[in-house]
């Protein structure tokens, strides 16, 4: 065998070692196949917001399903919700951001959703509200960079985005969440929650540690009333776009434990 010869198939042995390792890292779990996670986003935003964790979580073999949310009610989106829920079988993995903590709070009783996921999200108890978590606490710094149209649907300014919403993604992608964002009803913040799934289920929270649109310190104490598995990022609001794989991570903890 000349030197060449045993170079290429050096080479080619090595490439396939790597390759099966690569394989085996990729490969799906088994203790998740047949699990969902269902994906429900907050205010000022719309599916496209978990785009950077779906693939990390069907990569693992989860089957993944985004709500798009209408953002006109409590009661819209929570039914909108269970619809998703409706549809799938098997073990669901409950996930809301932001608003879209509410949403699940509120969805989250089906018998099929087995765990809850906070990522830098409300966690309002039954009877309560958003505005009932925030109304004593400061005005915020991005109030003044709310936006409302004629039919009293809430936006962000483009400041907003890039100073408070998402600070620490690229202006481009800034640009992007500004120009895709779904207006919010100004009235949902009033609507109450009715019984609280976060008493009967599982719980865990993405804490985003420099968020700016949640104070950090209302979600460390939200996620200890509903005794959740904690898991920090030093990220903005949009933390699923910012650190996805954190998000993930904490997200297939909890369908792990999903029965």
């Keep these: 065998m000349n030197t060449t010869f045993k170079k290429i198939a050096a080479s080619t042995v090595l490439l396939g070692g790597l390759f099966t390792l690569g394989a085996a890292h990729a490969a799906p779990d ?7 996670v269902v994906l429900v986003h907050g205010a000022f935003a719309d599916g496209s917001s978990w785009e950077k964790v779906v693939p990390l979580l069907e990569a693992r073999g989860l089957h993944v399903v985004a709500v798009q949310n209408p953002l006109t009610s409590l009661a819209d989106d929570a039914a909108a919700a ?35 996921v906070y990522v830098a999200a409300f966690a309002p108890d039954s009877g309560t509200s958003v505005n009932d978590l925030i109304k004593d606490k400061p005005a915020p710094a991005w109030a003044p960079e709310l936006r409302k149209d004629s039919g009293n649907f809430l936006t ?40 609280a799934a976060w008493h009967h ?9 420099k968020d700016r649109m949640i104070d950090p310190r209302l979600q460390v104490a939200m996620a200890g009333q509903i005794n959740a598995t904690v898991t920090h990022a030093n990220a903005s609001h ?21 029965e």
Excluded: C
């Design 156 to 195: 962000l300014s483009d400041k907003g985005i890039a100073e408070d919403f998402a600070q620490d993604l690229t202006p481009a992608q800034q640009h992007l969440v500004a120009a895709t964002q779904g207006p919010w009803s100004a009235g949902a913040i009033n609507e109450k929650v009715t019984d």
């Design 30 to 36: 088994q203790d998740l196949k047949g699990k969902t």
């Design 238 to 258: 949009v933390v699923m776009l910012s650190q996805p794989k954190v998000v993930a991570d904490a997200i297939i903890a909890a369908a792990r434990n999903a």
């Design 201 to 209: 289920k599982r719980s865990y929270f993405v804490i985003a540690d």
């Design 82 to 116: 269970q619809r998703t829920i409706d549809a799938q079988t098997g073990p669901v993995v409950l996930v809301g951001h932001s608003w879209g903590g509410a949403v699940i709070s509120q969805a989250g009783n089906d018998d099929k959703v087995k765990a809850l």
